[in-house]
């Protein structure tokens, strides 16, 4: 199973609006509604802050959010904080009934 | 809660078992995952098991060499992996699966090295 796709980073201002995309099949992405998306700070263990494509974890701030289109789905993060900055993984169910990672993102606010 | 116990150093082709303690929670009825991360490396799953032990799904990387269990008598799961390599290397993280990755372990650290 290959790990799903995400850039390597992404980076944006205090204040603005990120995306971050997480691509994979019709086996895993595509086929199922069973997207996850986490936060990890250096030296931390992850946080889940997305289950099920769009429901947030209790606790996770509205600023994050989540969505699907196709084989891709997609995190965005509103109203930047400096506190979000960290890698972020994106996780998926497989036709395989194993759970496959994205590669992460690193998330810079300048 | 998730503990888990510090780290390990062991070298190539030994073997070792790594195990997670819940409390806080009903441990039987909740499923859980070992997920992995090698130094400066991204997340791996590694293997998956039902909350009565009777469903048991492993990655192809480690399938045939690691074993998973757990004792729900006892608040635990276990990891016992076999042939260990150098890039068995990683942080191993216990986390529960309601959904995946609700809550997660700290982590214990493996080293294979001779």
């Known amino acids: 199973q290959s790990a799903l796709t995400q850039p390597a980073s992404v980076s944006g201002s205090p204040g603005q609006s990120i995306s971050i995309s997480c691509t994979g099949t019709?086996?895993?992405?595509?086929?199922?509604?069973?997207v996850s998306w986490f936060q990890q700070h250096p030296g931390r263990a992850p946080k889940l802050l997305i289950y099920?494509?769009?429901t947030r974890s209790s606790g996770v701030s509205d600023r994050f959010s989540g969505s699907k289109s196709g084989n891709t789905a997609s995190l965005t993060i509103s109203g930047l904080q400096a506190d979000d900055e960290a890698d972020y993984y994106c996780?998926?169910?497989?036709?395989?009934?194993?759970?496959?990672f994205g590669g992460g993102t690193r998330v810079t606010v300048l | 809660l998730l503990m888990q116990p510090g780290g390990n150093l062991v070298q190539p082709g030994e073997s070792l078992r790594i195990s997670c303690e819940a409390s806080?929670?009903?441990?039987?009825?909740?499923?859980m995952n070992w997920v992995r991360q090698a130094p400066g490396k991204g997340l791996e799953w590694v293997s998956y098991?039902?909350?009565?032990?009777?469903?048991?799904y492993y990655a192809e990387s480690v399938k045939g060499r690691f074993t998973v269990s757990r004792d729900n008598a006892k608040n635990s799961m276990y990891l016992e992996m076999h042939s260990l390599r150098a890039e068995d290397t990683a942080v191993y993280y216990c986390?529960?699966?309601?959904?995946?990755?609700?809550?997660w372990g700290q982590g214990t650290v493996v080293i294979v090295s001779s």
């Open positions: 806080g929670f009903i441990f039987d009825s909740y499923s």
């Open positions: 996780s998926s169910y497989t036709s395989s009934s194993t759970l496959v």
């Open positions: 099920t494509v769009t």
């Open positions: 986390a529960r699966d309601n959904p995946p990755g609700d809550l």
């Open positions: 019709s086996s895993d992405v595509g086929g199922y509604d069973f």
């Open positions: 098991i039902s909350h009565t032990g009777s469903l048991i």
